[in-house]
């Protein structure tokens, strides 16, 4: 990296003295990138390190050892089988879920979620969107620091055991909704934690005493859960009934994927891997769903590069951030795949992607590639208003040229949406869902009723 001089002549880097210049030459500067991209241009980097233990397997001795509970999918959860990194089974729910929102979702990409519940609407899949959540506090933890084990355990107990709970005040049995994670960082940093938490005996005490005094135990035990699920495994495990919906021709439609770190790096092994999907050699979660809707899923030589968001540096190092995502990445799937969309699957990516764009321009570049989640792009395909639902218009990426790609007429439903937002001022909004499913407890509760 490359030191920044104050009027003291410092050097500041936002991160201490152990960053220090490479002062590599521009010719070795790419021989070191080549090596790079040659090594971790398949799946070999996850594969060749020493396979690890399924943490699962703890899970089941100390449920047997009466020390934990296990949240399991069960079958009125509808699950759904696929092969991880190492070829072991994960249960994927598909219906009963109880959404795990993302701060940063519901802050900065709104139509992230709604293009899920919308799909899901469309697909008549249970669930509950209940108020009743905390953020993980993961972005603490990753980007200051100031965060600790306990902490992140014990929210993370105290969130999964809300969604265990949710149902009681509709006379449904506990367990009867099992946690959909929304958010990249959440699911890795709940693997991580998770783990922890089955590997430390010590840390379960420490957390026992907290979660006990929240009235978050179950028969005076910790609930673990079967399964730690992001919503793109659902959409992946969903995609064939997803494009069976379609209604949108996305033939043509060039795309290109950004994994993101903390949904595939962290806790490798737990991740979806489908032989079906690159031939296995890659994450499948995004790519499974682009390539059922229709799209070209074009490769570029910096697929696995972070997005440049990584926590710290959005906080301490913004102009590494904004420039990494310009030039390791949206300057890449331009120029090298001609790419007409990124698609990602986690808040930080997406964002960081989205709304970096304006820094090339404010230095007289045009580096312009709408960015999106995988699911807004499915939305989309399958018929959901781009402003209304998808709200593409909170994105500061250019999408006009897209929507006009698909056949969507960007300007009539602008129009159409324009005309929403009157019918809103007027006092007349439309639900997305019964709202009954975001507050299930409290005066006046009245129970929904449930699909046999």
């Excluded at 070795?28 to 980097?45: C, F, G, L, P, Y």
């Excluded at 919503?231 to 209604?247: C, D, F, L, T």
Aim: proline residues 3%.
């Amino acid at each position: 990296m490359t030191s920044i001089d104050d009027n003291d002549g410092k050097s500041l880097t936002g991160h201490g003295d152990e960053w220090r210049d490479t002062n590599l030459s521009a010719h070795d500067a790419r021989v070191a990138t080549n090596w790079v991209e040659q090594k971790i241009d398949r799946r070999s980097m996850l594969t060749n390190k020493d396979r690890v233990a399924d943490d699962r397997d703890i899970m089941w001795q100390l449920e047997k050892d009466g020390e934990i509970v296990v949240h399991r999918v069960n079958d009125g959860n509808k699950p759904s089988i696929a092969k991880t990194l190492y070829g072991w089974d994960k249960k994927i729910p598909t219906d009963r879920l109880w959404h795990h929102k993302s701060c940063g979702q519901c802050g900065n990409i709104p139509g992230y979620p709604t293009s899920l519940l919308w799909m899901m609407n469309e697909m008549d899949i249970d669930y509950l969107d209940e108020t009743d959540q905390t953020s993980c506090t993961a972005w603490n933890y990753h980007g200051s620091g100031i965060g600790n084990i306990e902490s992140l355990a014990a929210v993370f107990l105290r969130n999964f055991h809300q969604a265990y709970v949710s149902g009681r005040p509709q006379g449904l049995p506990d367990g009867h909704f099992f946690p959909l994670v929304h958010c990249g960082t959440s699911f890795g940093n709940y693997k991580e934690v998770r783990g922890y938490l089955l590997h430390s005996a010590e840390l379960r005490e420490r957390v026992k005493t907290i979660l006990g005094k929240l009235g978050r135990l179950v028969d005076g035990k910790l609930l673990i859960p079967e399964e730690i699920v992001h919503y793109s495994e659902w959409v992946h495990v969903m995609r064939g009934e997803i494009a069976n919906r379609q209604v949108i021709d996305c033939a043509g439609i060039r795309s290109t994927i950004h994994p993101a770190c903390h949904v595939y790096k962290m806790v490798p092994q737990d991740v979806i891997y489908d032989d079906d999907v690159l031939d296995g050699n890659r994450v499948a979660v995004s790519t499974g769903i682009m390539e059922s809707l229709g799209t070209d899923v074009i490769d570029y030589s910096t697929w696995y590069d972070c997005c440049g968001f990584g926590f710290r540096h959005i906080i301490s190092e913004r102009e590494f951030t904004r420039s990494y995502a310009i030039d390791r990445k949206l300057r890449v799937a331009v120029n090298e795949a001609k790419s007409d969309v990124m698609i990602g699957h986690d808040t930080g990516c997406v964002t960081t992607l989205d709304k970096s764009q304006w820094i090339a321009q404010a230095m007289g570049e045009k580096i312009e590639l709408p960015v999106m989640a995988d699911i807004q792009f499915a939305a989309l395909a399958c018929g959901a208003h781009p402003y209304k639902i998808v709200q593409l218009h909170w994105h500061a990426s250019a999408v006009e040229n897209l929507l006009d790609k698909m056949g969507i007429d960007q300007k009539a439903k602008m129009a159409e949406f324009e005309q929403y937002l009157e019918q809103v001022k007027a006092g007349n909004p439309e639900y997305l869902y019964d709202p009954r499913k975001m507050i299930t407890s409290g005066p006046g509760f009245e129970k929904i009723e449930q699909n046999s």
